[in-house]
């Protein structure tokens, strides 16, 4: 699975923001797809997960930094998973990754559990 983030760029704080990830090579169907993200200095971190069930539901988790302002989701048909992100603030500026997993029985938040990455795409969110 390659995966290809886009979106990001230079926005004012309090405004949106939504991420892309495409994926290619095969369908994503059967794994869950994650966002993270790493600011300068800092370890990466996760930010929010879309987990694959029965095909028909989905199950999302949040970081306690992002919930309640933020929505991952996903197109099978487009084979891409989206990050939109509201009320952003400056300390969300980072570099954001999608991340890709074999779907398992449970959440994981650890960058080592998923297998695919993007290339990650800059988030920066002024005062």
């Known amino acids: 699975v390659q995966l290809q983030a886009s979106g990001g760029g230079l926005v004012q704080a309090g405004g949106s923001m939504r991420l892309s990830c495409a994926a290619s090579g095969r369908t994503f169907v059967g794994y869950d797809m994650a966002w993270f993200r790493q600011a300068p200095g800092k370890e990466r971190e996760f930010v929010a997960v879309?987990?694959?069930?029965?095909?028909?539901?989905?199950?999302?988790y949040y970081a306690d930094s992002v919930k309640g302002r933020s929505t991952i989701s996903r197109d099978n048909a487009k084979n891409t998973v989206y990050l939109q992100m509201n009320s952003l603030k400056p300390e969300d500026t980072a570099v954001y990754y999608c991340?890709?997993?074999?779907?398992?029985?449970?959440?994981?938040?650890?960058?080592?559990?998923?297998?695919?990455w993007g290339q990650g795409t800059q988030v920066t969110v002024s005062s």
């Open positions: 879309n987990r694959w069930t029965d095909g028909s539901t989905y199950y999302t």
């Open positions: 991340a890709a997993r074999s779907s398992g029985n449970s959440y994981r938040t650890r960058s080592y559990e998923y297998d695919y």
